[in-house]
C-alpha cells in the first residue's frame, strides 16, 4: 500500500492536517500538489493499491472551484481515499459532501471523510493556533480508525455517510481581492506561487480580481509583507460570522 496526499492548501493549513494523517500511518508519502498551476493533473493516474488523502480548505461552505477541477483531472483508478475538510471554526457545511462526490466521479473509492478545524485564513483570531495538540491526538485518533478499516480487508471498506445536502449551497464570489503596497518590490514570488495565476508576471503589483479566488496564498508568503486584503472589509467580514466561530468545534470522523 503506497501513501499519497493530493492537498490545496495555498496558506498551509490544510497541508498541516494532511501531515498529521499520513504521518501516522509511518510510511513515505507521496505528495500531489493541486495549488500548482504548472502540474499537468490529467497525466497524474494512481494504482488501486493506493491510499490517498484528498485534503482541500472549505471556502464558504464548498470545495474551491479550482481545486474542484484540478481534482476532475486525476485518474483515481479505485484507489481508496480519505476526503478531508478543513475550516476556520465557523462551518464547512457542503464542502466534505462536494469533496466525496469529486472524488468518487474521479476514480477514487472513498472510504472515510475527516472535518477538521485550522486556524481561519483571512480572519487569524477564529481557531488560532489550531490545530493544536488536543487536534493532533484527535487527528492520530481518525488515522488509526482509518488504518484499521482498511487493514480488516475489502468486507469493511463500506462508503462513509458524509454530512452534506445536495444540491449543494450556492458559491460565493472571491470578495477579498489582497492588493500590494508601498513595501512590494516586485520580486515576484507571488505571482509564481499564485494558485490561480491571478498576479501579473511582468507587474505582480497588478492582480485580476476575476481569477483571484481569495485564498491569501500572497498574502502569506510574501516576503515583504507588502500584500493585504482591505482592513475594514475583513473587520465586518470577522463581525458576521464571531458568533458562529465564538465556541471550539470538534473535527469530526465519518467512517
Not at 493530493?6 to 501516522?24: C, H, L, N, R, Y
Request: aromatic share 4%.
Amino acid at each position: 500500500m503506497n501513501i499519497v496526499q493530493i492537498v490545496f492548501s495555498p496558506t498551509g493549513g490544510t497541508q498541516k492536517v494532511a501531515d498529521i494523517i499520513t504521518g501516522e500511518w509511518g510510511k513515505p508519502v507521496r505528495k500531489i500538489d493541486l495549488s500548482d498551476a504548472k502540474t499537468d493533473f490529467s497525466a497524474i493516474s494512481l494504482d488501486q493499491e493506493d491510499l490517498a488523502v484528498i485534503a482541500v480548505p472549505s471556502f464558504g461552505g464548498r470545495v474551491p472551484a479550482l481545486a474542484a477541477q484540478r481534482l476532475g483531472e486525476l485518474h483515481g483508478n479505485g484507489a481508496e481515499c480519505v476526503a478531508v475538510c478543513v475550516y476556520g471554526n465557523r462551518a464547512y457545511e457542503d464542502t466534505l459532501i462536494e469533496l466525496n462526490d469529486a472524488a468518487v466521479q474521479s476514480g477514487f473509492r472513498v472510504i472515510a471523510g475527516i472535518a477538521a478545524i485550522a486556524e481561519h485564513s483571512i480572519m487569524h483570531q477564529y481557531a488560532t493556533g489550531r490545530p493544536d495538540a488536543q487536534d493532533q491526538e484527535e487527528l492520530k485518533g481518525f488515522a488509526k480508525k482509518i488504518l484499521d478499516k482498511v487493514s480488516a480487508g475489502p468486507a469493511d471498506l463500506s462508503a462513509p455517510q458524509i454530512l452534506g445536502n445536495h444540491p449543494y449551497k450556492k458559491a460565493g464570489g472571491a470578495g477579498l481581492v489582497p492588493k500590494a503596497d508601498h513595501n512590494c518590490n516586485g520580486c515576484g514570488l507571488c505571482a509564481q506561487k499564485c494558485p490561480a495565476q491571478a498576479i501579473s508576471v511582468e507587474n505582480p503589483r497588478e492582480t485580476d480580481s476575476k481569477k483571484c479566488i481569495s485564498c491569501m496564498r500572497c498574502v502569506e508568503i510574501c516576503p515583504q509583507s507588502a500584500r493585504k486584503v482591505n482592513s475594514a472589509m475583513v473587520a465586518v467580514a470577522a463581525l458576521a460570522i464571531k458568533n458562529a466561530c465564538s465556541v471550539r468545534k470538534d473535527n469530526e470522523l465519518f467512517c
